[in-house]
């Protein structure tokens, strides 16, 4: 894992030391609410419903368990016992006190973390491949790549004030688990035919009031090169990027007005100007930074096989949950573990404080002390030994944390909604727990496969509706909650936009609505083997608008 | 005229408050002070910004309420949210919109 080093800290303590000041001054009255508010945003401080946020940066998702351990403290000593893990990759608190957050800050700060840039119109955490430096289908680590655009990001003059804010995401695999065309900026790691690594550069990407799939606009960038490109594509939109109007400030609406061509174009003009400057990354930089990425020693440990068979033939839930929850690693004798914040009839990517201190412990004994949070609002263990399997799922069933359930119906994306959010029209938990509970049976769930549900409430789509297999959008309508449902979504190398598929539903009607269209696909799938989403594409919308609206109904 | 209360998320540790008819701001919507013609609602809307202003509050708002066999309920979903909490039960001992708190 990356160590900040002695800037990186003095760096760190210093912001906290300012926001302190900023925070005392506002409780005094000496600054106003109006010229607070943009300084607490840069530090992570939200005004929702109910409380304060702070919304504390994970970088591409990696902890420690020390680090896992400190944000169970934080949930424990200042909040409610919990915190929510979000489809950023970052952890948010839903009740600290204003007056509370230096001490926070100071407190994550001892352990090389903090909230810079988890708002506000700058670069924001760079998220990556949760089983990144572990999948088997990796051709290389993304992390030290997004490591080095988070130093270069944080708090870089040119681009803090940006149109609006600016995501970018990194995988280094050809089966994306970032969701990278979905993002500001998209890089995809690849290798050329001569071996040499660099990336496929994809920009303009994004969800929110107008869903757009990046345009590749570089098939092969070398790596050196990272950020001499990347500035050239932020001084483009810095420059021309719209700021008379939020909704259409994003990257993507520069793209989508100017076309990729000339945008490229435009990228390219810039590059070559920067191409040969102090930008340019020298390999021993990357050298360095990848050094703190290296995998863990992993030894052979050729006995689990064995053992894991005898357990999985003596218990079939665990049996179940290795089918479910653990990939294949790189190194044969072990395995990437998903840990599901989606218990049945639960909130989605809530995590209370014992249950991460339970983590950070099973991480500490079982996976070399790391851990991942996921997009898709999981935590990842990613090097696990397969002879440890049963141990660390013994550990996950008494913190309640071993539902088998990854990539199934159950695993649902949602954000806060209006439980929390000041921004949301409808509610998303009570949505997503009623759908889970509906579906909670394993037989049921493992009958349907893979099936991807999103919810957002609210056109903003933090619960990246436009990109679930079933995507459902609440709004308000007449002063009530209204479910929109899109299907055919998809975030990976293959992204969609989903497809609205009538008239929206009543919170009361809404499941049996997900229902209809479970049935439906199971109706109409070629065999066990035909995913949702495959049958989807190949049948399109009109089989789903018949059962739910009726075939002579017009679905309005 | 629909019934108006005063609301806004108090500054030191966010949660929200009502202005009660002792000019005082409480934690509760059932104790807020209710305008139910326009001077009031001018005078409620007076004492937010005076509030805002002297830095007790932020986000001050006025909104509609209905009283519903003496119980004041917000005409809006995201109103009624603020006032009970969210509507889910999220940690330990918390029950919910359907819990103790709230029952009719």
Not at chain 1, 113 to 132: E, K, P, W, Y
Request: charged letters at 25%.
């Amino acid at each position: 894992m990356y160590r900040y080093d002695e800037f990186d800290h003095a760096f760190v303590s210093s912001r906290v030391e300012q926001f302190r000041d900023q925070v005392e001054r506002r409780l005094s009255g000496e600054l106003a609410e109006d010229a607070f508010k943009p300084l607490r945003l840069m530090n992570g401080v939200y005004l929702q419903l109910h409380a304060y946020m702070l919304r504390v940066a994970i970088p591409y998702g990696t902890l420690s368990s020390r680090q896992m351990r400190m944000l169970a403290h934080i949930a424990r000593k200042y909040d409610r016992g919990y915190g929510h893990f979000t489809t950023r990759q970052n952890i948010q608190y839903n009740w600290p006190r204003l007056s509370d957050t230096p001490d926070i800050l100071n407190e994550l700060a001892s352990v090389e973390m903090h909230a810079l840039q988890t708002s506000g119109n700058c670069i924001r955490n760079v998220t990556a491949d949760h089983f990144a430096g572990a999948a088997a289908d990796e051709v290389a680590d993304p992390r030290p790549y997004a490591e080095i655009l988070r130093q270069w990001s944080s708090v870089h003059p040119e681009f803090s004030f940006l149109p609006r804010k600016f995501k970018i995401a990194v995988t280094g695999a050809e089966r994306d688990r970032a969701a990278i065309q979905v993002h500001d900026i998209g890089l995809h790691l690849k290798k050329d035919e001569n071996g040499r690594l660099g990336f496929a550069v994809y920009v303009g990407g994004g969800q929110g009031r107008t869903p757009m799939i990046a345009k590749k606009i570089r098939d092969f960038l070398p790596e050196e090169d990272l950020l001499s490109y990347t500035t050239a594509i932020m001084r483009v939109y810095n420059l021309h990027g719209r700021r008379d109007n939020k909704y259409k400030a994003r990257i993507k609406i520069l793209v989508h007005e100017t076309g990729a061509e000339e945008l490229s174009r435009q990228v390219e003009v810039e590059f070559a100007a920067l191409k040969d400057t102090e930008l340019k990354l020298p390999e021993t930089d990357i050298q360095a930074i990848s050094t703190y990425f290296a995998p863990p020693a992993l030894d052979n440990r050729a006995e689990g096989w064995e053992s894991l068979a005898r357990w999985k033939k003596t218990d079939s839930e665990f049996a179940r949950w290795v089918q479910q929850n653990v990939q294949p690693h790189k190194h044969p004798d072990y395995g990437m573990v998903t840990i599901s914040l989606k218990p049945i009839g639960g909130i989605p990517g809530d995590a209370s404080d014992a249950q991460m201190d339970a983590v950070a412990d099973i991480a500490e004994e079982y996976a070399f002390d790391e851990i991942r949070v996921s997009h898709e609002q999981n935590l990842i263990l990613p090097h696990v030994a397969l002879a440890d399997l049963e141990p660390v799922y013994r550990a996950l069933v008494a913190a309640g944390l071993a539902t088998a359930n990854a990539g199934l119906i159950t695993d649902i994306i949602a954000c806060p909604g209006l439980d929390y959010c000041a921004l949301a029209n409808a509610r998303s938990i009570p949505v997503a727990q009623e759908i889970s509970t509906r579906f909670g049976s394993p037989e049921r769930q493992a009958e349907i496969g893979e099936l991807k549900i999103k919810i957002s409430g609210c056109i903003n789509a933090c619960g990246h509706h436009h990109v679930g297999h079933i995507g459902l959008l609440g709004v308000e309508k007449k002063g009530a909650e209204l479910y929109q449902i899109t299907l055919g979504g998809s975030g990976d190398e293959n992204t969609s936009i989903g497809e609205i598929i009538g008239r929206g539903f009543e919170p009361e009607k809404v499941t049996d609505a997900v229902e209809t269209i479970v049935d439906t696909y199971l109706g109409l799938r070629r065999d066990g083997q035909e995913t949702f989403l495959e049958a989807y594409r190949r049948v399109g919308p009109q089989p789903f608008k018949d059962a739910l609206y009726g075939s002579a109904q017009e679905a309005a | 005229m629909v019934s108006k209360v005063l609301t806004a998320n108090r500054l030191s540790d966010g949660i929200s408050v009502w202005l009660d008819a002792a000019g005082n701001w409480g934690e509760s919507l059932q104790d807020a002070f209710i305008a139910r013609h326009a001077e009031a609602v001018t005078a409620l809307e007076a004492t937010g910004k005076q509030a805002f202003d002297d830095n007790k509050v932020v986000d001050v708002n006025v909104v509609d309420v209905e009283e519903v066999n003496g119980t004041l309920r917000p005409l809006r979903m995201r109103e009624r949210i603020r006032a009970e909490g969210p509507s889910i039960p999220y940690a330990a001992g918390y029950n919910g919109l359907s819990g103790p708190k709230h029952a009719a």
